[in-house]
C-alpha cells in the first residue's frame, strides 16, 4: 500500500520538542512502510515568517536524520494554484464573501476546538464585488467523520463546533485549511501523521476533498509535547529550540512520547538510531490524546 507522508513547520521559530515528535512520527511511520516523506514549509502568512527559520528548520532536521525526498514546497509560491481551486469552489457556489471583523465575531460567538465559532452572518448576504472581504468555505450541514488510527472514530457537527471557515483572508493571503487541502492532494499524500492539536482541522479538510473531488487521506494524529504544568508546548508557550548537539538524546526523548520501546543500548548515532526505529515501529502502541486535544 502506497504511503506518502509529509512534516509542514511553518518557519514562525525553530524546531522544538514537539515539532521533533510530529517529524519523527511522520518519517518513521512513511519509511516503515517502504514510502516516501516530503517537506513543506508552510509560509502563508509573511507577518509571523522569522527571517532565517526556515533554513534553521531544515538544518535541524537533518541534524536529525531526518531527510525528505524531493524538493521542498514552500507554500508562498503556490497562489496560482490556490486560486485555481478557490474557482473550483465558487463554480460549486460552496463559498462567499465575509466582512466581519474579530471583534464582531467575538461579540456573538461561541468557543469550539478551532476558536470562535463563525455564526454565518454573511452566508445569505449579498457583498458588492469590490468591497475588501475574506472569503470562506460554506461547510455542509450534519456531521462530518474521519477514522483515526490512533484516536478511533471523530465526528463533529462542524458548521455548528467550527463555522464556516476561511479560506483567503482579507488581505489577500491564503488560509491554511484550503492551501494544506491542496498540497496535500497535489503531493500525492496518502498518510497525515501530525500533531493531536490539528484533528479538529482534519475534520474541515475531509470537507473541502469532498467539495474538491480529491483523494481521501489516511490519518494518524500523534501526541502533544506539554510543558510540566499540561500545557501544550508550542512558539507560543516558549518551547525552546532543539539541542543540534544532542540528536541522538532528542530523538530517544520523541521516541519516548510516541510510545514506543528504547532500544537495547544507546544508538551510537543519528543513522544508526533510525535504523533501529524504523525496523522496531510500533504503530499501534502510540498513545492517543481526547478530543479535542485538552
Known amino acids: ?18 515539532s521533533l515528535i510530529a517529524a519523527l512520527g511522520s518519517h518513521v511511520a512513511a519509511r516503515a512502510a517502504g514510502g516516501r516523506w516530503h517537506l513543506r514549509i508552510d509560509d502563508l502568512d509573511p507577518p509571523r ?4 527559520a ?28 490556490y486560486a485555481a481551486a478557490l474557482a473550483q469552489l465558487a463554480g460549486h457556489g460552496a463559498v462567499y464573501h465575509c466582512t466581519c ?5 467575538a461579540r456573538v460567538a461561541g468557543r469550539g ?16 464585488a469590490d468591497r475588501p472581504a475574506a472569503v470562506r468555505v460554506a461547510l455542509p450541514d450534519g456531521p462530518i467523520a474521519l477514522t483515526d488510527a490512533i484516536c478511533g472514530h471523530v465526528e463533529l457537527d462542524a458548521r455548528n463546533a467550527i463555522g464556516d471557515v476561511v479560506v483567503r483572508r482579507r488581505d489577500g493571503l491564503w488560509a491554511y485549511h484550503l492551501a494544506t487541502t491542496i498540497d496535500d492532494a497535489d503531493l500525492g499524500v496518502t498518510d497525515v501523521v501530525r500533531g493531536a492539536d490539528l484533528l479538529p482541522a482534519a475534520l ?16 494518524r494524529h500523534l501526541p502533544l509535547a506539554r510543558t510540566g504544568e499540561g500545557i501544550k508546548l508550542s512558539k507560543q508557550t516558549g518551547a525552546a529550540a532543539l539541542d543540534v548537539q544532542r540528536p541522538v538524546d532528542n530523538l530517544l526523548q520523541a521516541w519516548q512520547a510516541l510510545g514506543q520501546p528504547p532500544p537495547p543500548t544507546k544508538p551510537a548515532n543519528v543513522a544508526e538510531f533510525h535504523a533501529w526505529a524504523v525496523a522496531n515501529w510500533r504503530a499501534w502502541a502510540v498513545p492517543a490524546e481526547p478530543f479535542p486535544p485538552a
Open 113 to 128: 476546538p478551532l476558536g470562535r465559532i463563525y455564526p454565518g452572518t454573511c452566508r445569505h448576504r449579498s457583498l458588492p
Open 1 to 18: 500500500m502506497t504511503h506518502i507522508g509529509r512534516f509542514a513547520p511553518s518557519p514562525s521559530g525553530p524546531l522544538h520538542a514537539g
Open 54 to 81: 526556515a533554513d534553521e528548520i531544515r538544518r535541524a532536521l537533518e541534524y536529525h536524520g531526518l531527510e525528505w525526498d524531493g524538493p521542498v514546497v514552500w507554500q508562498s509560491q503556490r497562489s496560482e494554484r
Open 101 to 105: 471583523s474579530r471583534r464582531d465575531i
Open 204 to 219: 474541515v479538510q475531509v470537507a473541502l476533498q469532498r467539495l474538491l473531488a480529491l483523494p481521501a487521506l489516511r490519518w
Open 49 to 52: 515568517v522569522v527571517a532565517g
